[in-house]
């Protein structure tokens, strides 16, 4: 049985926005029946936890000897193993772990900076200047890719990984305002979360962090 973790109780009190969430959704679109093992600040940095993920945070992946984490190499390990995620062509699926990694690499960390910069500095002195740096460089980028997006149902062909990893790193935007800005944008992440797996991770996920 796959055994994942998450936070024992997610800050976010079950909106979905703690990366476990990606998982459980790459999870549910392959079909694979999986059990949570939550853990609370405290044991994320204890050694037990330690020896699993080297940054003591959620998510990890425990499949019997294969021990993983980091989402998106957890994701992507399902997508290569099971059908559903990767089309076969080889070009299609090359094109689609690209889409994964610019979700990553590309997308998410100026997501990341705008959390950053607008909670955990805010009481900074120059907390308003910095914003206003980051929020810019968060909308030239989804510009871009609103772009490239167009009035496409997914990025490239069919669903894919890249689509799950897309749409799970914009939503961590939508609370800032700045996701609705981009009409497309907004319409494409509503289509990942209308998704019947997405669906069934999303209430996982919030009756755990609700219980
Ligand atoms: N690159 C890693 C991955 O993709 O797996 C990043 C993992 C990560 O940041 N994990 C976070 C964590 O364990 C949880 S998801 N943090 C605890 C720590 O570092 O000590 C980030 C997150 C946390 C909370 C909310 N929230 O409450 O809304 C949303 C997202």
Redesign the pocket.
Known sequence: MITITA?ER???GG?G???DTRVRWALEEVGQPYEVRGVS?AE??QPAHLALHP?????TFEDGELAL????AIVFHLAQRYPGLLPTEPNARARAITWMFAA?NSVEPPILDLFTARVLEADKPWAKDRLALVEQRLRDRLSQLSARVGDAEWLDGAFSAGDLMMVSVLL?ARPSGILGEFGNLAAYVARGEARPAYQRAFQAQHAYNTR
């Open positions: 936070f997610s800050p976010d909106k926005l703690a990366r600040f994320l940095k940054f003591g945070q959620i998510p984490f980091e989402s998106g990553l961590r």
